[in-house]
Antibody
Framework: QVHLVQSGPEVRKPGASVKVSCKTS????????YSWVRQAPGQEPEWMGY????????KYAQNFQGRVTMTTDASTSTAYMELRSLTSDDTAVYYC??????????????????WGQGTLVTVSS | QSVVTQPPSASGNPGQRVTISCSGS????????VNWYQQLPGAAPKLLISADDQRPSGVPDRFSGSRSGTSASLAISGLQSEDEGEYYCATWDDSLNGPVFGGGTKVTVL
């Protein structure tokens, strides 16, 4: 059975960084990629970026370029997302999602077929 | 504000059919697949429909999806109380070079 289990809630002060983990089980970790999606209170989900656990290729959303780093550790089947220079606008639930993302010359495909339970990150002084 | 638009709410009586629309442009829905996600209160989103009209294993056949031109839709037939929640469409946007979500539609079972 596919499981994605994320690390616990975090509280940070403005200007700090946070690193969220996503430990997977039930399938071959390196067969998939992983997207990170955040959801601010009362808002729609927002895609932050993607990393392939097979190739290491990464793609970050424009809104997070220069401020986010995504990594994977195949030895522990875990994906990580670090976000720096936090502000109160970064208060949200952060999700990891398994993603079979790829782009052809004509179009792009993604799915987010399994999700972690979410990690609440609160940024407050 | 999202580049993909959904009605904020939809409702129906138990057993009825509800349809949710998702409207975009040539740079997103017009040229890329659409997925639909169900988010129940306090839970993570769950993939309901992938690649316009494909139901993942375990999703009841009461849920169906379609895409035409720059719009897509999700239909829920035989509405049940456990279907109450938020529904999001998502598609790839070529201009943003990544997935984007619609603003969400809250479904209420009367």
């Amino acid at each position: 059975q596919v499981h994605l289990v994320q690390s616990g809630p975090e509280v940070r002060k403005p200007g700090a960084s946070v690193k969220v983990s996503c430990k997977t089980s039930g399938y071959t970790f390196t067969t998939y990629g992983y997207s990170w999606v955040r959801q601010a209170p009362g808002q729609e989900p927002e895609w932050m970026g993607y990393i392939s656990a097979y190739s290491g290729n990464k793609k970050y959303a424009q809104n997070f370029q220069g401020r986010v780093t995504m990594t994977t550790d195949a030895s522990t089947s875990t994906a990580y997302m670090e976000l720096r220079s936090l502000t109160s606008d970064d208060t949200a639930v952060y999700y990891c999602a398994r993603d079979a993302q790829y782009c052809s010359t004509a179009s792009c495909y993604f799915d987010f077929d399994s999700w972690g339970q979410g990690t609440l990150v609160t940024v407050s002084s | 504000q999202s580049v993909v638009t959904q009605p904020p709410s939809a409702s129906g009586n138990p057993g009825q059919r509800v349809t949710i629309s998702c409207s975009g442009s040539n740079s997103n829905i017009g040229s890329n697949i659409v997925n639909w996600y169900q988010q129940l209160p306090g839970a993570a989103p769950k993939l309901l429909i992938s690649a316009d009209d494909q139901r993942p294993s375990g999703v009841p056949d009461r849920f169906s999806g379609s895409r035409s031109g720059t719009s897509a839709s999700l239909a829920i037939s035989g509405l049940q109380s456990e279907d109450e929640g938020e529904y999001y469409c998502a598609t790839w946007d070529d201009s943003l070079n990544g997935p984007v979500f619609g603003g969400g539609t809250k479904v209420t079972v009367l």
